[in-house]
């Protein structure tokens, strides 16, 4: 079973932009479709991004679209990316990372392994 590393969480001011990173113990390019979610206090977790297993389609959550991007590594093929811009307070969170086998899927019930996160705070 694929484990994945998040890193790059940090506390930024609103308006600001992180980069967060997801690796993966297994080759993700080419054999899974990866999703980034993410967890508020007192809400459940919830979808934020996804890239379908041939890395042709993204995915995307109303409220990350237009101010978020998911990209893979061209060279490190364990390796995704979330680029996140004008960071708002509503998106401090927790943002995990976790994979299918097959197809990105926006229910946390259908993953079966989740990195241990990394905490983005964002201040007003």
């Known amino acids: 079973q694929a484990q994945f590393l998040e890193s790059g969480g940090d506390l930024v001011q609103a308006g600001g932009s992180l980069r967060l990173s997801c690796v993966a113990s297994?080759?993700?390019?080419?054999?899974?479709?990866m999703a980034w979610f993410r967890q508020a206090p007192g809400s459940d977790r919830e979808f934020v991004a996804g890239v379908s297993r041939d890395g042709s389609t993204t995915f995307y959550a109303d409220s990350a679209k237009g101010r978020f991007t998911l990209s893979r590594d061209s060279t490190n093929f364990n390796t995704m990316y979330l680029q996140m811009n004008n960071l708002m307070t509503e998106d401090t969170a927790v943002y995990y990372c976790?994979?299918?086998?097959?197809?990105?899927?926006?229910?946390?019930?259908?993953?079966?392994?989740w990195g241990p996160g990394t905490q983005v705070a964002v201040s007003s």
């Open positions: 976790t994979a299918d086998r097959y197809n990105v899927k926006r229910n946390t019930t259908e993953y079966t392994s």
């Open positions: 297994v080759r993700i390019t080419g054999n899974y479709a």
